[in-house]
């Protein structure tokens, strides 16, 4: 087990190396820089005269006229030795700083949105594998799937427009105005749970038909095996029976959830985020990967598949500890 | 405790003692500003103020002190998505709210030579910086002389957007005394005083010498101490431009660094990032006053609120979460909302644009049988008989404006009747005349054939990632369609904005859709792009504007003699030192315009609007609408107040 | 965005023994596919899939048949106007009709009022003339399944568009493109992951060492900076359509990790069954012994994997589009016709330039539907 342990950590801390080079360089593929994109921004308001020259010395000013390896390596540099992840060009602060202001509600409506997966296709998925083409499977597998049928965005500006016309206050952000920047309180709390059921809503809706599916799938395959019958024999409830080994090995699937569950998540909430209007990474994200600012782009990609290859070392442990019949190989 | 006795003493004194305007008021100040004169963290508004403050006329009544102002800005820049034009914004001179022209600002006047070669600011005596440092001649001169003749941050020679390319070496300022600065340029410059009201004058009051002076290697020894300290600075010349936000970065960055002074209404004091709000509070030290006497600004905060995208804004305004957006989209749904109760004003504005689109054809693309065409005026002329501007109008700009040329609008003394209607039928044989003379030779599938044999076909590439850029694809869909039935292939390719930039930096593209600037008053001559080539959004001559401009790279193309030559006289409409002159020089100009076509247009622009929440007093019913004119800059947001 | 199509796939055991009912005498002389299909048929939902799946795709190969109009015919009077209504009888007789439209502008918010013109009647049938168009570059045709009888009428049973094309029209061309790509997408995405999950399943050792570190790297990079990144370097003269093929391709790159995993878990049992041990001892290569002997005995798996895939490609073309990295006009697809729907102007006024939506939901579900029956038929013993 220890080794096992051992030899996943280092390939995993090679796996995250592998990704900041290969991130690196992809944001810096596209032609033009982040003066190219400050440039589009003050033309876009108007302004009519900007000089080559200025525009050169800009370039100077920002370092971009290194090559790639040099500015790589600078940045890893920084990092490994004081922690420092750059310069946010956009914000000119820290970008160190606003990606740690941004992960926390990333976390929150992550990880609310895992637990809204669960609540919704654990029993549907239960259910529809019980009642397997009844017209109770066929509705319950139904609601599932209208989720992820339905384009994100859309969903998202539907809800918020009707939230607006219907609900006398469009739902947009995390926070109402009042709350924004107050301190914590319940009051604050309420308001926040108020806002974060549109996007848990949409962003659990897209993961929801998958896992149903999932579970149906491997319920019915628990169901057929020998112990089941064994165990109907034996007189024991279908309620009991169904619930305490079928249900509890189709389970898997749920814990590797975890392990798909940022990337997939911060996936999805970036369109989310960006309709909704979100404080959560993924709209910085999409800004700095458009706007190339680098280093804000490059560290939250760092920060995110770290925490992704950990959350697959979680899950791939908890599968071995939940379900014996795992071994690790 | 007897320091305490000291200032409440001193508030005693003055209270009764206090500064007047016209000889009998005394100033007032926000509530929020006594309770601090009060505590005596700030010295009473009669010494805050200059001895003779600008007095601003409110536009419908004398407002109340008070409340945040809420705006909605999308992405992540707060200045550029809407924050500069009402809370930034103070140059030596500002426009008059009808635009009638340029009226003294932060000058309280200024004097002229007869050959428009000197101009002599009079500053406001007791002036202070958002940090209650005076602002003198000494920070007008510290600009000059340390930073646009600083050769490290000015390597290429002074160079700013107010100063003529021409004789920029030989310009000189002068300090007559601490409230009291010449400029002396080396050729005549009649336009000078329009200059200054718009962005490109913005520089000129802009540089805070007390606190810029620390990084500055000229006057800091040490610089390299903060140079080491300071995230993101390379150098001293780095450390200045991010600390200044300019001379040569984005002047809105200013929104990133709290402890810069500024002569704004209105001084941040938060910046953007893990939030979506940033905050704004009023400057204590502003130099304009109502005229009752009240210190402006009415509000005393504003926020700024940061949006992705922009429906979610929109809807924002509608709930009244927000109090103003810059450029509202979505002009049915915001009427709709007025009629059903939502706490919003409509205002309208005329657009200052002499066009809703002007399509260039880039005469210095890279395949030089089609640059041959394109600079080939048959070519022009039967492309705009081929569109049908009525249908146009009908489909895109739902039934507002009418056919019209890129030209001077009808109310501007520089209206040019030929440029305004020439070849605007919708006439397709005439169409076909034209570009018979072009292009004669027609291919299996009816398209024409250019002289090497190959099919005229060209790429019109059309930006349309910005909001305002929102129509352009269907006027570009609509034009491929109307030039098909004329034998000539358009590729539509629509693209970002970003990488539209890219392509003009790389002269990479062979038509394009952009805008009509250059309409209302004399606008014309403050923005000529498309009347004479030169400038930057001049874009069918994308190549000889670099050339002009200087740049290094490979795209740029000598313009012809011609062309060089028609550049020297759009120099001289800018010397002329009265307004007929200027008008008469510039009318020569757009004759040539009228006879070279450069662009072709489609429409003038139908009315804009511009919800507002409805507690936002004295904003005007009707105004005009352009980046010359300030945009919003022009409607005083100083003067705005929130009712209770 | 990619995340949708790899989804759960990976841990998904197959369900086995399914339980035997009336089928169970004919059983064992009934060829596999028959039993798959036998099976597939309990699952109705499926069949409806199915049938919803082979009509979308009929439609789209014959769009310009079905489509009552071209998708660049417009008129200028029937921007965003509302769906006509279809009416069947005139004076008791079978005669179908629409009536078309007159509109005014209000003055202020410009938005044009539509008033029915009851007076007008424009007749409508089957098989009817209008635009001609050529099948397959064989011959041209004018023939319409149904429109408008004079050709030129304004015929618009969802509306109209921005610019006034009909948009039942354009939701029918956009099949093409939103359903062919997609194609391409999946089955390269599948093709890598068979290859790649079959040699890591088959080989193990260093092999398969890599080729999990290679799907895990893979699995935790983001595919947004890379479609940002190719949506930037493509040349000018490219076609949108071109554009996208790549991004779907890139897509389809780092789509490929579900399927590996399935693959790979399947190939390590089958590796020790004897058909395969006897292929190898007869010598023959990787790449052969993977497609020629292990894939058929779980085709049918494979097939739903793709038919789980593609809706995954069909979202995130709109989701793209709606981040501006998509298909752009000209090109006619679904996210390009929501792109123009995608505002609140357009979801509170004119709410039927969300048609495409509703296509979009409607195929989703049903490859969703139809997978999951394929998934459940795979092994009918």
Redesign the interface.
Known sequence: MLKYLARRLI?MI??VW??TV??FV??Q????DYV???????????????????V???RD?Y?LNDPVYVQYYKWMKNIVTEGNFG?S??????AR??I???LPMTFLLTSSSVLFVWFVSLPIGVFSAVKQ?SIWD?LA??IG??G???????FA??L??LS??YGG??L??LF??EY??APWSWARVADLLKHMIIPVIIIGT??T???I??MR??L??EL?RPYVDAARAKGLSETRLIWKYPVRYAL??FV??IG?AL??L???E??V?????L?TSG?????A???QDMYV?AGF?LV??TL??IG?FISDVLLVILDPRIRLE | MRKLCLYLFAILLLIPFGKTVNGQETYHESPMLTALVEAGELPPVGERLPTNPRVVEPFKEVGEYGDAM?MGFV???PG?GGLWYVTGWENLASWAPDFSGAVPNIAESWEVSDDVREYTFHLREGMKWSDGAPFTADDIMFYIEDILFNVELS??GP?A?WLPREGAAEFRAEKIDDYTVKFIFANPYGTFLYTLPQ??GRHITWFPKHYLSQFHADYNPNVAELVAET??A?DW??LF??KASGP???TN?YF??LERPLLFPWVPTS???????M?MVRNPYYFKVDTEGNQLPYIDEVIG?????D???N??L??G??DYIKDATGREFFFDALDSGAPLAMSFWNDEAGNTNSIHFNFNTQDAVLAGIFQDLNFRVGLSHAINREEIIEIVHQGQGIPAQVSPLETSPLYNERLASQYLEFNIDLANEYLDKVAPDRDSDGYRLRSDGERLSFVLSVPNS?A?QANWVSVGELLVGYWEKVGVEALLDAVS??????RR??NNFEATIFTG?GGAGLTPIL?P?YYVPG???SLFGVSWY?WW?????AVTIEPPQDIKDLRVQFEQVGQQPTQEAQVAAMTEILNVAADKFWVIGISRPGNGFQPYNIRIGNFPDQWIH???EG?EKITYPEQWYLKQ | ????L???E??????????HTDTEVSVEFASQWRLMWWKFR????AVVGLIIVVTYYVVALFANFFAPQSPKTYIAEYVYSPPQQLHFFRDGRLAPYVHPYTYERDPLSYKKIYKVDTETFIPVGLFVHGDSYEVFGLFETDIHLFGAKEHGQPFYLLGGDTIGRDLLSRTIFSARISLVVAWVGVSISMTIGIILGGLSGLLGGMVDNLIQ?LI??T????????I??????VPIDWSTLRVYTIIVLLLAITGWTGLARVVRSKFLVLREEDFVLAARLDGARSIRLIFRHMLPSFYSHIIASITLGL?GMI?AE??LS??GFGLRPPAVSWGVQ?QQ??Q?NV??NYPWM?AP?IA???I??AF??LG?GL??AADPY
């Not at chain 1, 985020?273 to 209007?277: A, D, G, P």
């Not at chain 2, 910046?271 to 709000?277: D, N």
């Not at chain 3, 965005?1 to 949708?4: E, H, I, L, R």
């Open positions: 390939f090679l796996t592998i990704i290969i991130a992809v944001i593929i596209p032609p033009g190219t994109n400050m440039v589009t921004e003050m033309m876009s308001q108007g302004s009519d005269r900007i000089d080559p020259v200025v050169d010395q800009l000013q370092g310069y060009l956009t914000f000119r602060r820290d700083v606003l740690i202001e941004r083409y066929y597998t139904f799937f209208i992820v049928a339905t384009p994100n965005f859309l500006l539907i918020m427009y607006y016309r206050r469009a947009i952000g109402s105005s924004v920047n897209s993961y038909a998958g896992l599916r999932t799938a491997n019915l395959d057929k898997n699937p590797s959830t798909w990337p997939g911060v996936a999805g970036v369109i985020s960006i309709v909704l209007n404080p709209p910085v994200l999409f800004e990967l458009k706007e782009a990609i995110l598949s992704t290859v697959t | 809420r992405g992540n820049n550029w390597p290429a160079s957007d962005w490109n995230e993101g390379e010349v780095s431009n991010i040569t970065e984005d960055n990133n660094n910046v953007l990032g893990g939030s979506t709000e905050n609120v940061s949006y992705q995208d429906e979610a804004r809807l924002a509608a709930n979460d927000i910005e305002w904005a970003d990488v539209m930039t890219e930096e790389q600037e923005q792009r400038e930057y959004d670099y401009a200087g740049a290094q790279d352009g980046w010359g945009v | 965005m990619d995340t949708t790899e989804q759960h990976a841990v998904t055991p197959v369900p086995k023994n399914t339980a309990k699952h109705r939902l570190r895990e790297i699995m935790s990079i983001p595919t947004l900076p890379i940002i990144a190719i949506a930037a370097l809706p979202l709109t989701a709606y981040l929501l729907a995608q609140i979801i509170s969300l939506a979009v939901i409607i989703v579900l969703n539907f999951d998934r459940d």
